[in-house]
């Protein structure tokens, strides 16, 4: 979920990774790190507990990281520990990816049906989003048994609403308004 301190942090960082040209190498970064700690609750834990001092944190960090992340990130990484937001990663990340897709001129879509696309189906509604959007577009589809028929998609946080409920709500909008 992109936030409102998910994207200063990821702007920062998205600043810093372009005048460095590390883009894609600073996300792929994050996704790591964000791994790393959601792989196990024991690492998260011990991470997060606040008996546990920010040098020490760092010190942490400085031992798994150090030599295999520019500098530069595992400053970032330091200044998220010395803020209190490592809690953020998550949301930064979010961010980020939209950072990214905005430099790519890409941007993620998840479209919802009642029954799984056949591939010819998904590669038109693509293109036809492709063309719409001027994007490439990076697409996922989830089968929700709840829609009656038709499709909705959820693109960069705009929905496009092509069920058969929203339809059916769109004609009785219009029958109430008389001829």
Request: charged letters at 25%; proline letters at 1%; a negative charge.
């Amino acid at each position: 979920m992109v936030t409102t301190v998910g994207l200063q942090y990821a702007k920062a960082l998205f600043d810093l990774a372009t005048e460095k040209k590390l883009e894609q190498t600073y996300y792929d970064n994050l996704v790591t790190i964000n791994e790393v700690f959601n792989s196990d609750i024991n690492v998260y834990k011990t991470f997060t507990h606040p008996s546990i001092s920010i040098n020490e944190k760092k010190m942490i960090l400085t031992e798994v990281l150090e030599n295999k992340v520019p500098d530069e990130f595992l400053h970032f990484i330091y200044v998220l520990i010395d803020n209190s937001r490592f809690n953020e990663l998550n949301d930064i990340i979010d961010s980020y990816q939209y950072y990214l897709n905005e430099l790519n001129q890409e941007c993620d879509a998840t479209i919802f049906t009642k029954y799984m696309l056949l591939d010819e189906e998904k590669e038109n509604l693509i293109e036809k989003l492709q063309k719409h959007f001027n994007k490439k577009i990076n697409a996922k589809v989830i089968v929700d048994e709840n829609i009656i028929g038709g499709i909705v998609i959820n693109i960069d946080g705009k929905i496009i609403d092509g069920s058969i409920v929203n339809q059916m709500l769109s004609l009785k909008n219009e029958l109430k308004k008389g001829w």
